[in-house]
């Protein structure tokens, strides 16, 4: 089953609008999180990792602004998208690590359409 | 920027037929190389995890080979089934970056009847 639950699957809301997405790890403690987008026949690229109880580290050109990220315990982290325009509309997926020599666990992934 | 590229982009077999992938990735600060099949409307699900060159790992069907040396790896699959139709994504890891995965394109593979 589902190790990595993702919040909402799809969200379509007008220009200005926060949205926030979850991220839960379900039957384990994450120690580390990872936040990706995926545009259009592009491969997913890392935006952030996120480490609970300590600040993301966000990947060069990404706004630490615009993309407010959480990590609150061990088993959730948030992603904040901050007055969304259409341009930040994509596919945004999260993944959850037990330890480093595992794999990571994905969740659904969440469609965002501003309009 | 690390260079990680998959072919072919897409693929379209018929049930039975055996196929094959590769992965290209840099050769130098290597950590590990994991595999990844996603299916349409699903979270991408592990296959491998590869950390040793000449890996060679297997489930089932599937199997993968890992070169570091030269910065490849390919993914087989025997007998193509529907099911396997999926879109299935290598990521490289390199040494000092904390697990952070960069995804090549992946592998678009059709198989039908």
Redesign the interface.
Known sequence: G?V?S?HPSWVICKSGTSVKIECRSLDFQAT?M?WYRQFP??????MA?SNEGSKATYEQGVEKDKFLINHASLTLSTLTVTSAHPEDSSFY?C?A?RD??????????TRLSIL | ILN?EQSPQSLHVQEGDSTNFTCSFPSSNFY?L?W?RWET??????LF?M?LNGDEKKKGRISATLNTKEGYSYLYIKGSQPEDSATY?CAFIKAGT?????????TRLQVTL
């Open positions: 589902a990595v993702q580390t990872f026949k592009q491969s997913l690229m890392l990792t997926i993944s690590i480093r020599v595992q794999p990571q666990h994905f969740g659904d992934g | 990680v590990a994991h990844y409307a699903k979270s991408p699900e592990a995890v950390t994504l904390a697990s952070k995965l960069t995804f090549g394109t992946g």
